[in-house]
């Protein structure tokens, strides 16, 4: 008789727990929360789709992490070339003949660099 009360406990103590509302998980700092297609894509929790997703998270985090590296190192040179010249450069190739940069970083797949010479600022869009 014991056994039967302290099994129904149990069962009823797991149908409780699991019947609790889901809540979202928490989204790292510095996500775009309005991107739903990216996030749902994503974040399926379907066992199948897993390796899937982790690859398609994987190449979306390489992406990300190309453009904010070629942002920062145009940045750095404009920055510099501002401190010795005391004006923006008229386009980024004036950077690379003035020996600021090597190069100019190619933008990842379906982005373009864009500059403004006015502000001095450079941003990585996509390409239409």
């Known amino acids: 008789m014991k056994v039967a009360y302290f099994c129904a406990a149990i069962l009823a103590l797991a149908l409780t727990a699991c019947s ?8 790292p700092a510095g996500t775009n929360q309005t991107d739903s297609a990216t996030n749902q894509a994503y974040n ?3 066992p199948l789709t897993a390796p899937v997703d982790y690859l398609g998270a994987v190449g979306q985090a390489q992406r990300h992490s190309e453009k904010v590296l070629d942002t920062v190192q145009i940045q750095s040179a404009i920055r510099q070339f501002q401190a010795v010249e005391d004006r923006n450069p008229k386009d ?7 020996g600021y940069l090597t190069q100019l970083p190619k933008a990842p797949y379906g982005m373009k660099v864009q500059y403004d010479a006015r502000s001095g600022q450079v941003t990585i869009v996509r390409q239409q």
């Open 44 to 46: 399926t929790g379907n």
């Open 92 to 98: 980024l190739n004036e950077l690379v003949s003035s």
């Open 20 to 27: 609790g509302k889901k809540e979202e998980p928490a989204k």
